[in-house]
């Protein structure tokens, strides 16, 4: 089993729409998580970290599960430009552990 | 501003060459610094961990004697891919991070070509 587990997608949705991504993880004691967002042929760039209240950043909202060990991102409004690679990051004790990443398009 | 910069961007070499690539951390003294490696529609595949000072960890699978890694300064890591041969061709990244909060900074990577 993968430590970091991600569905790789690819998730085509229309402008507007919402999307929500998961993401699972096999070391219950990761201590931090991200969300990373990497466009085609670029470097990952953060999004957003992921706390424990869950948190939200303009139409982006992310969660965390500790007791099902999962963590989610949920997009509103779908942009053009939301069109990225989301890769999961957990880190534990400055070992970070990348998803294979989920792969959205937004169609206009 | 940029924290990390990777140099070079892009490199097209020929069979048997080697490459070096560096990376810059231009915000804060990196005493560790990561390098991955990414092939087309794959996710991030880190190959070591460069440790100032020492030599750099490894992970299984990754040859030490063909990815050389140097980490000369606090702000200075590079990664020479030694005899390159086109199964190498990938895009490299480095990265540093911050120990407090954990975030990532990555270089902008450098994508390897080897004809």
Redesign the interface.
Known sequence: RKEVEQDPGPFNVPEGATVAFNCTYSNSAS??F?W?RQDC??????LM?VYSSGNEDGRFTAQLNRASQYISLLIRDSKLSDSATY?C?V?RN?D?R????TRLTVKP | GAVVSQHPSRVICKSGTSVKIECRSLDFQATTMFWYRQFPKKSLMLMATSNEGSKATYEQGVEKDKFLINHASLTLSTLTVTSAHPEDSSFYICSVQNLNTGELFFGEGSRLTVL
Do not use: T
């Open positions: 201590q931090s991200f990373y042929r670029k470097e990952p760039k953060l970290s890769l990051v880190n400055n970070m990348f998803g294979a990443g």
